[in-house]
């Protein structure tokens, strides 16, 4: 297995504007989480599915943020407008297990920077 | 919120040394794991202890975990360049299905 994939690598926009970060979780995970790393505050869990269904938003800082998983293959994050102080590496990261948790396998992160 | 505090903050050795590195959390938890972050990648995962274990160990590393003192430990022996990274502690909290991260040891190994 490829393992996570996250796209873009790393995206440059300027404030106010739309960005979407895209996930692929590994197959036969149940579990898809969004973290937010940052040097000030570490990581942050954004929001968490468990098999497509949101589970727990309350990371999610605030409404200019949006997530979605329209299947178990695909997830995103949505910041609109974003904003500097969004600047961050995001992280997907997947779990294979029923019922908990376990370890998570993350992908590479999307560096985000919002001039 | 962080739950798992590192210590120390960061941390240089030479290669061949021990390195050890503390987590300190509050809550009761399910499990304590431990994952490794090279610069510029993704968290990878070295190692899970669950809540009734005392000692795990895998390789190189050895993990403690002391529930009374809400502690664990990880310890890397006979440390290589290639262990220069951060390392994290992660706490499944008791009740809750989400994993909580401290934030991290930088550790370095020099040849």
């Known amino acids: 297995d490829a393992g996570v994939i996250q796209s873009p690598r790393h995206e440059v926009t300027e404030m106010g504007q739309e960005v979407t970060l895209r996930c692929k979780p590994i197959?036969?995970?149940?579990?898809l989480f969004w973290y937010r790393q940052t040097m000030m505050r570490g990581l942050e869990l954004l929001i968490y599915f468990n098999n497509n269904v949101p589970i727990d938003d309350s990371g999610m800082p605030e409404d200019r943020f949006s997530a979605k998983m329209p299947n178990a293959s695909f997830s995103t994050l949505k910041i609109q407008p974003s904003e500097p102080r969004d600047s961050a590496v995001y992280f997907c990261a997947s779990s294979p297990y029923r019922g908990r948790i376990g370890e998570l396998f993350f992908g590479e992160g999307s560096r985000l920077t919002v001039l | 919120s962080q739950q798992g505090e590192e210590d120390p903050q960061a941390l240089s050795i030479q290669e061949g040394e021990n390195a050890t590195m503390n987590c300190s959390y509050k809550t009761s938890i399910n499990n304590l794991q431990w994952y490794r972050q090279n610069s510029g990648r993704g968290l990878v995962h070295l190692i899970l202890i669950r809540s009734n274990e005392r000692e795990k160990h895998s390789g190189r590393l050895r993990v403690t975990l002391d529930t009374s003192k809400k502690s664990s430990s990880l310890l890397i022996t006979a440390s290589r360049a290639a262990d220069t990274a951060s390392y994290f502690c992660a706490t499944e909290n008791s009740g809750y299905s989400t994993l909580t991260f401290g934030k991290g040891t930088m550790l370095l190994v020099s040849p």
């Open positions: 197959s036969g995970h149940d579990y």
